[in-house]
């Protein structure tokens, strides 16, 4: 009998072991992966940073570009409007005509 209480000891040594092996997989386990996501992550925000960088650069350079044509518009439009003729008693007439016809 003796024989059988150190055999059901032996293997609930071994048994106790394995747990104990498996509990330090699993830590080591939970402990790589913590680290392959803090990794993750840390490439997902430089990667993150860089699109948006990117994104705001082309969107300040789509401003200027719409600001310098709204100038190069106004300007062509100013010079067009000085460089026009103005007949002064055919506006008078014009407005002779709208107010007292």
């Not at 609930?12 to 092996?21: D, Y």
């Not at 860089?50 to 310098?68: G, M, N, P, S, Y």
Request: proline share 1%; aromatic share 6%; glycine share 0%.
């Amino acid at each position: 009998m003796s024989a059988e209480v150190d055999m059901i000891q032996k293997l609930f040594e071994v048994e106790s072991e394995s747990a104990q092996l498996v509990r330090e997989a699993q830590k080591k386990a939970d402990e790589r992966i913590a680290q392959a996501r803090a990794q993750a992550e840390t490439a997902f925000k430089e990667a993150y940073v860089k699109v948006a960088a990117a994104i705001e650069a082309e969107e300040e350079q789509f401003k200027q570009d719409c600001r310098t044509a709204h100038e190069q518009a106004i300007d062509s439009y100013r010079a067009e409007l000085s460089s026009a003729k103005r007949d002064v008693p055919a506006f008078e007439q014009l407005v002779q005509q709208l107010l007292y016809a």
